[in-house]
């Protein structure tokens, strides 16, 4: 090949220098024109890449200016109403980013508010990739990589926020050392463990930066670099459409499209972070003072994504601590500060897991669900955003009374029912919503879209004229996956021998039927059939397009309630 | 019929599409006006264009902001400074971002693309390949026949977690005495101080319904030897003292003519209780709303705490100065494990 310009022939040369080095070109010539999907909801995770990638940049300056040490200082920089007051060096330093360093509001401002939304994105993915059911084989190691994701950006967010050492963050901090404390037997032992004696102590802070700056960032990159290689592995799953099998990848390549895309994509979440923290002021810690253990703010609130712990604990009634045989056992604290959470983090990682012992699939699916077509699943994922929405909401609980002026009593009462009743009925009514929206794709496929065209017929009848499915969307909305609970084999053979393995798969049917009893049956080829036959028949003889159906199409195989 | 679940999901599963109909496959292509209409594309053209070009005027918004518009050290000058820095560099950012994707949008190849996927198992000839290289090693080294190497290895192996643990562990917590939790500054005449002003508190000079944020006499940076002792035993000796009428009080053991002293840190799980409500006698945890009512021993009435805030036992001296006759009776703060031991 000849080039031509000055240009070409420097690209060619380094090219040609890195190849010989590295055989780069394999990789280039596999993953140049590599296919992604296209779809906005696949934008969440990228958001929550370039969260990242934001708090990278603005910590590492960050880092630059700020002091992670608990030595007493009085300060002496130009905010004058902190003028001489006592205050730990890591206080102080973030006092001179703010007023001293050009740029270092603004970058302590970005980093906060990109850490809002690295949470907010990685909830939303996480949401996205439960309800079209992305983590079904082969995702579930990838689903568990997110997960641990998930914890991490939460220990990110909490050992970045306590770094200030400001009044607010500092009673957070007492707080952990208030839960640390309740655990059984080691509480006490746990408390030195973190703070490297009494609380304050002045290791706290120094051992939080560690953490903050090097530990849980390491983890996060390097999960995130496992993340994405399984990502191109397993190639991107995409929507249901025709034309899209479980086969093949129907999208984009990722050069120029997707390079220019995403690339671009990057730039605008960086710019509209930087729009954040030029104009929403986020922590300003010159109001708040430097820690003190006496005093505290009325109306305090954490980050967001802490919210639902601090709600749950505010819900959980004191008359749970107990002294047994001289042991205090706090389940007034362990309920909702470990186990609350323990128990929702189990459900979401282990989820993938659950629906495939239901199942018994042991397909890959590359296909995404609509969320209809998995009711039982979708509903269990609005009642888990419930449970949690709920806990978010108790933990503003004051803010709620003041801003409405309920009593707070009342609202933290109502909140306890509600996190009992709320997803309940939440899920009940996602599920009738699901069944709902699958028998209206029954309508749509047997009897076609209203016109709004009404036609008078020669005797005298008024009808509305159907007018049929193109291919395109029928075939979207007969093609899914209809599933029906699993059938075992009887608790003994032919012989009278009972079984092994029996009592495992009882269970397996008992979770099955709960996922797949209420079901919507798919509209079967006879059907399709006699709807048609019936449409041409109606056209024919100038009667009535609408096809009234037989047949209620839900089924129940048992009866049990649930 | 086959029943046996492990192999059944054929039948469970029906990707359904009922006979008769077939995947007419990907609809067909919606061209834009820019793959028609050369105006159109040389317009968007124009547009990426200048989106870079505001990318390149918010650049330097950013350099001239960084010397003309500086921080003063109030509020305002450093907003005034964030805003004009921060505008520049979205600008700067945004400018690109909007850019690039306005580029692949409106003038980039938009017809879709089919690469075919392969299942993700190794076709058996790899995987039989990965058992023999496997098998093959472990013969190399020996290990199945000499059990003695393999007790070796895993017995040091097992065994090395604990030279490293054991001196970060030992050593993280300090000195482990724990009991330091049961105790405070506070011991037989100590004057209570007001906090942070540092004065002793005459008990004439408490009116009824007032409220003062007390510490210990000796808790200030010139009696202690170190900082963190300050803020160690501060943490502990924060104390709410409420002057009630007298006729109010239930029990008025520890208290002096109305005066009394509870521990400030909340025993749910330690957050300072500093909202009084004069009428009701109501101390609220401003974290997480446990109330406590002063007028009987501070027992709880509402929210996530079970036990009444420690009393602080109140005297006068001889000059009518309030002092502690004791240190707290019980452990303050957040309950733990052994605390009633």
């Known amino acids: 090949m000849s080039t031509t310009t000055p240009l070409e022939k420097a690209a060619a040369g380094t090219a040609d220098y890195l190849d010989q080095r590295t055989s780069i070109g394999v990789l280039v010539k596999n993953f140049a024109r590599k296919i992604f999907p296209d779809h906005w909801s696949f934008l969440l995770g990228e958001i929550a890449l370039f969260s990242f990638i934001t708090l990278l940049g603005s910590g590492i300056f960050l880092t630059m200016f700020f002091v992670p040490s608990m030595t007493e200082v009085h300060y002496e920089g130009p905010w004058a109403p902190m003028q001489g007051v006592e205050m730990s060096e890591a206080f102080a330093s973030t006092l001179k980013l703010s007023f001293e360093v050009r740029g270092g509001l603004l970058m302590r401002q970005v980093h906060h508010w990109a850490a809002l939304l690295f949470m907010a994105a990685i909830v939303t993915h996480m949401m996205r990739v439960f309800f079209t059911g992305a983590f079904r084989k082969p995702r579930e190691i990838n689903w568990l990589v997110g997960f641990v994701l998930l914890i991490l950006g939460l220990a990110a967010g909490f050992t970045g926020y306590s770094l200030p050492d400001d009044v607010l963050s500092g009673n957070g901090l007492r707080i952990t050392d208030g839960v640390v404390k309740a655990i059984p037997i080691i509480g006490s032992y746990m408390s030195y463990f973190v703070f490297g004696g009494e609380f304050p102590g002045t290791d706290i802070i120094p051992r939080l930066f560690t953490l903050h ?237 209203e016109s709004a065209t009404i036609v008078r017929l020669e005797h005298g009848e008024y009808i509305e004229v159907h007018k049929p499915l193109d291919p395109y969307e029928l075939w979207l909305r007969v093609n899914y996956d209809a599933r029906r609970p699993i059938e075992i084999e009887p608790a003994e053979d032919a012989r009278g021998v009972r079984r092994k393995g029996y009592r495992r798969d009882t269970i397996r049917r008992r979770i099955s039927q709960f996922f797949y009893e209420d079901r919507i049956e798919p509209v079967s080829a006879e059907e399709l059939e006699a709807a048609r036959a019936h449409a041409e028949h109606a056209h024919l003889e100038g009667h009535g397009a609408h096809v009234e159906l037989p047949a209620g199409e839900e089924q129940k195989s048992v009866s049990t309630d649930h | 019929m086959s029943t046996n679940t492990h192999d059944s999901h054929d039948e469970l599963v029906v990707r359904h599409a009922p006979e008769g109909v077939s995947d007419p496959g990907l609809p067909p292509h919606t061209p834009r006006l820019g793959d028609s209409d050369p105006k159109a594309a040389k317009r968007s053209e124009r547009i990426v264009a200048g989106l870079f070009g505001l990318s390149v005027i918010g650049s330097i918004l950013v350099v001239v902001s960084f010397f003309v518009v500086k921080p003063e050290g109030t509020v305002e000058s450093i907003q005034r400074s964030n805003m004009f820095l921060g505008l520049g560099l979205a600008l700067a950012l945004g400018g690109i971002g909007f850019a690039a994707v306005h580029w692949a949008k409106s003038l980039m190849n938009d017809h879709e693309k089919v690469e075919e996927r392969h299942p993700q198992r190794s076709s058996e000839e790899d995987r039989a390949g990965a058992v023999a290289v496997l098998k093959e090693g472990a013969e190399d080294s020996g290990i199945a026949r000499r059990s003695a190497l393999k007790g070796g290895l895993i017995t040091a192996l097992a065994l090395l977690p604990l030279p490293i643990a054991l001196p970060l562990i030992g050593n993280v917590g300090a000195d482990w005495k724990v009991s330091k939790f049961r105790h405070t500054m506070w011991k037989r005449g100590t004057r209570l101080m007001t906090d942070p002003t540092y004065r002793p508190i005459r008990a004439a000079d408490v009116t009824i319904g007032s409220v003062v944020h007390v510490i210990p006499e000796g808790l200030n940076h010139e009696d202690l030897d170190h900082d963190q002792k300050f803020m160690d035993e501060k943490a502990k000796a924060v104390v709410l003292l409420v002057r009630l009428d007298e006729r109010d009080l239930k029990h008025t053991e520890g208290s002096y003519h109305g005066i009394v002293a509870f521990s400030k840190i909340c025993t749910h799980v330690g957050c300072p209780v500093a909202l009084y409500e004069q009428q009701t006698h109501h101390l609220l945890c401003p974290c997480h709303q446990s109330t406590f009512d002063v007028s009987d021993g501070a027992k709880v009435v509402f929210g996530p705490a079970k036990r009444a805030l420690p009393q602080l036992p109140i005297s006068v001296d001889d000059e009518g100065y309030l002092v502690a006759t004791d240190d707290f009776s019980e452990p303050i703060g957040p309950s733990f494990w052994e605390r009633v031991k």
């Not at chain 1, 479980?246 to 671009?264: C, E, I, Q, R, S």
């Open chain 1, 213 to 449: 700056i090097l530990v849980v960032p390491g983890l996060i990159l390097a999960l995130i670099g496992l993340h994405l290689f399984l990502v191109v592995l397993h190639k991107h799953t995409h929507y249901p459409g025709s034309g899209r099998t479980d086969g093949n990848v129907v999208g984009f390549p990722l050069f120029p499209v997707y390079t220019a895309k995403a690339g671009g994509f990057a730039f605008i979440v960086f710019g509209v972070i930087t729009l954040m923290a030029a104009t929403m002021q986020i922590n300003p810690v010159w109001n708040y003072g430097p820690y003190d253990p006496s005093p505290v703010s009325a109306g305090a609130q954490p980050d967001w994504y802490m919210l639902f712990l601090e709600g749950s604990l505010r819900l959980m009634p004191g008359q749970t601590e107990w002294v047994i045989g001289g042991y205090t056992l706090s389940l007034n604290v362990l309920i909702p500060a470990m186990v609350v959470p323990g128990l929702l983090f189990t459900i979401l990682g282990g989820w993938p897991f659950l629906e495939a012992f239901a199942t018994g699939d042991k397909r890959e699916h590359h296909v995404l669900d609509r969320p209809r077509n998995a009711p039982v699943r979708t509903a269990a994922g609005v009642a888990i955003l419930t449970a949690f929405f709920i806990l978010v909401l108790a933990g503003s609980n004051d803010l709620l009374a003041t801003h409405f002026h309920l009593s707070l009593n009342d609202i933290t009462w109502t909140f306890r029912v509600l996190l009992f009743l709320g997803p309940v009925a939440t899920f009940w009514i996602t599920k009738r919503i699901c069944l709902g929206l699958q028998r209206r794709d029954r309508d749509l496929v047997l009897h076609g879209h």
